[in-house]
């Protein structure tokens, strides 16, 4: 069974313009799953129904097994961890140290056991050399990393990312792409990111594409992508080789529309040799 | 007339143990009539430098030349008001900044703060709506309620209600989706192109400098490390790579046919002309 399950799911932010419309999605246990969609695409509010931060206008939310509810929002709520876009929002501690522990402490997570959870998160994001720093010192890609130890130490099964690297710079986009990679890959968390980020959307398992408030597409990042028509229809943009393979196929050169670069200079070498 | 920076140092909390040097002995000249990037790591100085522009920042030494007026360390900007009115800055994640009733009271703030008549100031927000593509439906909406585009749109509206002859913008397309970034860039272009005005982007968007802009202006550490056109920056990787910058995939993907022994000559600026030229070359060898 699904880890996630998402059934006619609707919601409306006033009177009857559903910001989401009917969609349903489900995501098995471990998948790395990104939204992708344009501004006002319904991503966050999907985001946010599913952590229990706004209430559902009809439809189904299944969350390991339970119905999300009024009756078990408390309980599902601890098994989601979500972080935000603004680095600068997140932050609520005067420390780094502070910072993390302020979850534990509302969970009265016993006093003696807290450094050792602040420690082992700190080091699951690299922070631990920062303990002592307080968020004036840190950039942003850093602050969205002790976002993201606050909300592991809470020991979630399923995290989400609701564009947490749109207000870094490349460097901080990097480091905080690299921790996701890192938590899908060793922790065996489930993810969803919703993202703008092509690179990060090939490096994911699957990808649900969301237009005015409705499922656009959902399928691996390479059904997907081959969605040309579709994702122009909603104006979303393709990797750099696809555009480019697409063109070469549109001139007699018949390439596989590989994701990367690398594999599709690899596919011209390949006809290079061979002729 | 050119914008001059002549010897432009600013440190801020000078004096205290926070004193922090921010730019340090900046002689730069930026191109009227153009696009120019400004480009560099977060804390390279890139923000200070264009808050300068508008005396928003005052020099503690140097002086700063824009539009005929002489910003000096030392003493106060004469007719601020009319130097703001003639430079408008927007700043990142301008949306934060937004607080009028409806959409229109919110874009007419600015002229009307100029002294224009409620109607003129209307007038002006209504033509600056259309450029940045927000239709009259917009006008008597609140402008919290709108998404994160369309209230960035209202944002750098605002600004342009003021017509202002040089538009500098600080990450104007952060955050934004691929096809917001798209209209956004495009509006800088055709303000521009059609109406002459100096443009000034502060960005991490490689891809968006290669498409859109002139010049480049690459800081580093409170200096400005390298000034050139758009061409010569993006002629192959070596630069940015030196920079450590991420260059646009066009250009990394020419490096990478050429080292596979592909030929892809200079003049390749698109994926199509990319893809003709390939097209010869593995046809020709079939």
């Known amino acids: 069974m699904a880890l996630i399950e998402v059934k006619d799911l609707c919601f409306a932010y006033e009177g009857d313009n559903l910001a989401v419309d009917h969609v349903s999605f489900s995501v098995p246990e471990g998948q790395y799953v990104t939204i992708i969609g344009h501004n006002g695409s319904g991503k966050s509010t999907v985001a946010k129904l599913l952590a229990g931060l706004l209430e559902k206008k009809s439809g189904s939310i299944v969350i390991d097994g339970l119905e999300l509810n009024q009756k078990n929002l408390h309980q599902l709520r601890s098994r989601i961890g979500i972080v935000f876009q603004n680095p600068d929002n997140q932050f609520i501690g005067s420390t780094v140290r502070d910072d993390i522990a302020f979850g534990l ?44 130890a606050g909300v592991l130490a809470m020991a979630p099964k399923i995290l989400i990312f609701d564009e947490a690297t749109s207000m870094l710079d490349p460097q901080g986009k990097d480091e905080i792409k690299r921790v996701i990679m890192d938590l899908h890959r060793k922790s065996g968390l489930t993810i969803l990111s919703i993202t703008h980020d092509i690179d990060e959307v090939t490096s994911s398992d699957s990808v649900l594409v969301l237009a005015d408030g409705k499922v656009a597409l959902t399928g691996t990042p390479a059904e997907v992508f081959s969605q040309e028509k579709m994702l122009k229809k909603i104006r979303l943009d393709i990797p750099f080789s696809l555009k480019l393979a697409d063109e070469l196929n549109k001139r007699g050169v018949s390439v596989n529309r590989e994701l990367t670069m690398e594999g599709l200079v690899k596919e011209l070498c390949r006809l290079h040799s061979n002729m | 007339m050119p914008i001059a920076f002549e010897h432009v140092s600013h440190i801020y909390n000078d004096g205290t143990p926070y004193r922090h040097v921010a730019l340090e002995d900046v002689s730069l000249e930026l191109a009227e009539g153009k696009i120019t990037a400004i480009i560099g790591q977060t804390g390279s100085g890139k923000s200070t430098l264009v808050q300068h522009l508008n005396a928003l920042l005052l020099p503690s030494a140097g002086k700063v030349l824009i539009l005929d007026r002489t910003i000096e360390a030392g003493s106060q900007p004469k007719q601020l008001k009319s130097l703001r009115g003639q430079v408008g800055l927007v700043f990142q994640f301008p949306e934060y900044q937004l607080f009028e009733e409806t959409v229109l009271k919110d874009i007419a703030f600015g002229p009307k703060n100029f002294g224009v008549s409620e109607e003129e100031a209307a007038k002006k927000a209504r033509t600056a709506m259309q450029m940045v593509g927000l239709g009259p439906e917009f006008e008597e909406r609140s402008p919290l309620e709108l998404s994160g585009g369309q209230k960035r749109r209202v944002a750098i509206a605002g600004i342009l209600a003021m017509d202002p002859a040089v538009l500098v913008l600080d990450e104007p397309t952060a955050g934004l989706d691929p096809q917001g970034t798209e209209q956004m860039m495009s509006l800088f272009h055709r303000l521009n192109r059609e109406s002459g005005k100096t443009i000034l982007i502060v960005t991490h968007d490689m891809e968006q400098v290669y498409r859109y802009c002139d010049e480049v202006v690459v800081m580093e550490q409170g200096k400005p ?30 490096d990478m046919l050429r080292e596979n022994g592909f030929t892809v000559s200079d003049e390749v600026s698109d994926v199509n002309m990319l893809a003709k030229e390939l097209a010869r070359q593995v046809k020709r060898h079939g």
């Open chain 1, 105 to 148: 402490e509302n969970h009265c997570v016993p006093q003696e056991q807290m450094d050792d959870i602040i420690n082992a998160f700190s080091a699951r994001v690299g922070m631990s050399e920062f303990l002592d720093k307080e968020p004036t010192h840190l950039s942003g890609g850093q602050k969205q990393r002790v976002a993201i």
């Open chain 2, 225 to 254: 490390k390298l000034r050139t056109d758009v061409q010569t920056f993006f002629h192959d990787s070596s630069l940015c790579r030196e920079l450590n910058i991420l260059p646009p995939a066009l250009i990394r993907m020419k």
